[in-house]
């Protein structure tokens, strides 16, 4: 780990003192409802940057450089000057405005602005040439390489495009979604509010120390919160950087973000913090957050969350059966690779603590059937557990016990396992099924699933 903070002492709003704050290596979150002072810590820390005994930072490094990134803000910017001039209006006059729109929020001047996606892209590759004499086709295959890893570690299901051209002399981007290639211009505001994050992260690593990330998690819908702050962490400890970030996001409430969030809170006329959070303080983060939320998925009628890749599946049953209705509902897909029957557990009991004005669905496989048993639904929770489909003894646990016997063949076992004391055995290769299953599907293959799909249809 190089140079990062260990500790402050603030003074907020010139008067306010909440006491000394402890940060620790890697990514830091500092939660809190509206009014407790988050994005005031990152203005303290920026202003205050050079004077060692207001913001300390670890021994023996002498480094202290800091880049702040606020996704908010640069989207209102983005939204102000979207603004048509009215007549006689100059641009120089727009500029200022937006300034003085921007005056209310932390340090207007001190953010970065964060670019296009495409633009990291193109400049990373003109930085190879210049510096390592690269030619711009080769550059574009090393960009490609580099910025391919962070699409792949967020969205394990896209691919990203990069070239040169030589006909029209110039570079092409596009990101790859289920099979279609896909403008950057035209990917949905949560994807390019992620992308183009990441990407100024790695972007500028290489010469910053310290992150200050201000409510990181505008636009997205709440699907994407959690793969957001999994880069963060991952990004944190792949290339030895801290990230101190303010904000709203319900994932604070999960583990193991949880662990790395220091919380503000108002006792009577005094700003406090604390690293473990009474009941009433989570409830009212909860709370707050859920309104965020909610807001964030406006239009939908009912959220979804299921073990592992399970949500593809049930997202195609639903697809078969009930396709004018796919639009109403939320599959959270981000947390595949964190959602076992136990996690899951840990989401459908922090949720019932919220009064939810839409519903929330919760699917576990067959085999969690005694812990899902003890759940008991409320405030519009809800929870389901797949029957065991007994007639198919080749796969007896998982998603995919519910398909037909007759779909398992040869062709899914291709994987070789040696066995400990001699002899090979073949392996049942989930990802080839689970691509031919979602690709050639019919109502015959996922008849197992119209009991959810009833319960689904109930929720709606």
């Not at 596009?174 to 790695?202: H, Q, T, V, W, Y």
């Not at 929770?381 to 037909?404: T, W």
Request: hydrophobic residues 35%; glycine residues 4%.
């Amino acid at each position: 780990m190089g140079s990062y903070i260990t500790k402050i002492h603030p003074i907020l709003w010139d008067a306010i003192d909440p006491g000394e704050i402890i940060f620790i290596e890697g990514l830091n979150l500092i939660a809190g409802t509206n009014g407790t002072g988050k994005s005031q810590v990152l203005k303290y820390i920026q202003d205050h940057l050079a004077d060692d005994n207001l913001v300390t930072f670890n021994a023996g490094h002498t480094s202290r450089i800091i880049v702040p990134f606020s996704p908010k803000r640069n989207a209102q910017k983005l939204l102000f000057e979207s603004f048509e001039l009215p007549a006689g209006f100059t641009t120089q006059k727009k500029q200022q405005q937006i300034q003085e729109m921007l005056a209310n929020q932390i340090n207007a001047d001190g953010f970065q602005t964060i670019r296009p996606i495409a633009e990291y892209l193109s400049n990373t590759a003109e930085s190879l040439i210049n510096t390592q004499g690269y030619n711009k086709s080769d550059a574009a295959k090393a960009v490609l390489d580099e910025y391919r890893e962070i699409v792949k570690s967020i969205f394990p299901r896209y691919d990203l495009n990069f070239d040169w051209d030589n006909e029209s002399t110039r570079y092409k981007a596009s990101l790859r979604k289920n099979g279609f290639d896909i403008p950057l211009n035209d990917i949905s505001e949560g994807e390019n509010a992620l992308l183009s994050l990441s990407f100024a992260m790695n972007y500028s690593r290489n010469d910053v120390d310290v992150f200050l990330i201000d409510e990181p998690e505008v636009h997205l819908n709440w699907s994407l919160e959690t793969r957001l702050f999994k880069f963060m962490s991952e990004f944190c400890h792949k290339h030895g950087k801290q990230i101190i970030s303010a904000t709203h996001s319900q994932a604070i409430t999960l583990p193991p973000y949880n662990r790395k969030t220091l919380y503000l809170y108002w006792d009577g006329k005094d700003l406090k913090t604390t690293s473990a959070p009474d009941k009433r303080l989570r409830d009212d983060l909860i709370s707050q957050s859920s309104k965020i939320l909610e807001e964030a998925i406006k239009g939908k009628k009912l959220v979804l969350y299921s073990e592992g890749g399970n949500i593809d599946y049930i997202k195609k049953a639903v697809e078969l059966y009930l396709p004018k209705k796919l639009e109403l509902i939320e599959f959270v897909d981000s947390v595949n690779n964190q959602t076992g029957k136990d996690q899951l557990i840990i989401y459908f009991g922090y949720q019932k603590e919220v009064d939810n004005n839409i519903s929330y669905l919760f699917v576990w496989d067959c085999d969690a059937k005694k812990t899902v048993d003890k759940l008991t639904e409320e405030r519009n929770v809800f929870k389901y557990l797949f029957v065991n489909n007994r007639l198919n003894n080749k796969v007896n646990a998982g998603i995919e016990n519910l398909f037909p016997k007759n779909r398992f063949t040869q062709k899914y076992y291709t994987k070789i396992k040696e066995k400990k004391y001699g002899g090979t055995v073949e392996i049942f290769d989930k990802s080839i099924f689970q691509k031919d299953t979602l690709t050639n599907a019919n109502k015959t293959n996922y008849k197992m699933f119209k009991p959810l799909i009833k319960k689904i249809e109930s929720l709606l």
